[in-house]
């Protein structure tokens, strides 16, 4: 079974450029999730899907952080402008309906200059 | 959502059994624990789950006490390539997504 794909891997840009990062789940897996994970913390969730509805984006940074996941299948996360904080690593998961267990991809790591 | 607590970091043996507790003492009833693990530069992966009691898996056993205010995980015989960072998530089923600062463990040879 494929895991949860994530593109690109490392991304370098300058402050108040713009990124995209990419995520494609677990064929069947209705619920995909963006995480942001800072260096030495814990992952904290930025926005998390059903089919292609949000359910939660009450910790996305709404004034330069934007989601959408076009057909319920792959999910695209956009940050413009960027900032120096928002320098991190960006996972997408996918888990099925309401199920127990989260399926990570590997991370995008975006270091902001 | 239950706040948990668990230790910044540990260290063992090659070998040696590992208990990592987890405190969740505002738990609610309909709530279940679950365990991850996160090797560097690569998402949590899950580990385990339970309610109460005990649950064991082919990696790890998770111990539940009557009052459910904390949880052990225990890790038999750790190698090297154990070392990552584990997180205790509390929640209910639908949703368990809130990740703290986890647990260093560093086993040593």
């Known amino acids: 079974e494929a895991g949860v794909a994530q593109s690109p891997r490392y991304k370098i840009i300058e402050k108040r450029q713009s990124v995209a990062f990419w995520c494609n789940p677990i064929s069947g897996h209705a619920t995909l999730y963006w995480y942001q994970q800072i260096l030495g913390q814990g992952p904290k969730l930025l926005i998390q899907?059903?089919?292609?509805?949000?359910?939660?984006d009450s910790q996305l940074p709404k004034d330069r952080f934007s989601a959408e996941r076009l057909k319920g299948v792959d999910s695209t996360l956009k940050i413009q402008p960027a900032k120096l904080e928002d320098s991190a690593v960006y996972l997408c998961?996918?888990?099925?309906?309401?199920?127990?267990?989260?399926?990570f991809g590997s991370g995008t790591q975006l270091s902001v200059l | 959502l239950a706040k948990t607590t668990q230790p910044i970091s540990m260290d063992s043996y090659e070998g040696q059994e590992v208990n990592i507790t987890c405190s969740h003492n505002?738990?609610?009833?309909?709530?279940?624990i679950t365990w991850y693990q996160q090797f560097p530069s690569q998402g949590p992966r899950f580990i385990i789950q339970g309610y109460k009691t005990k649950v064991t898996n082919e990696v790890a056993s998770l111990f539940i006490p009557a009052d459910r205010k904390s949880s052990t995980l225990s890790l038999p015989r750790v190698s090297l390539s154990d070392t990552a960072v584990y997180y205790c998530l509390v929640g209910p089923l639908t949703n368990m997504l809130t990740f703290g600062g986890g647990t260093r463990l560093m086993v040593k040879p």
């Open positions: 899907f059903q089919n292609n509805g949000v359910v939660d």
């Open positions: 998961a996918s888990s099925k309906q309401e199920s127990k267990k989260l399926f």
């Open positions: 505002n738990i609610a009833t309909n709530d279940y």
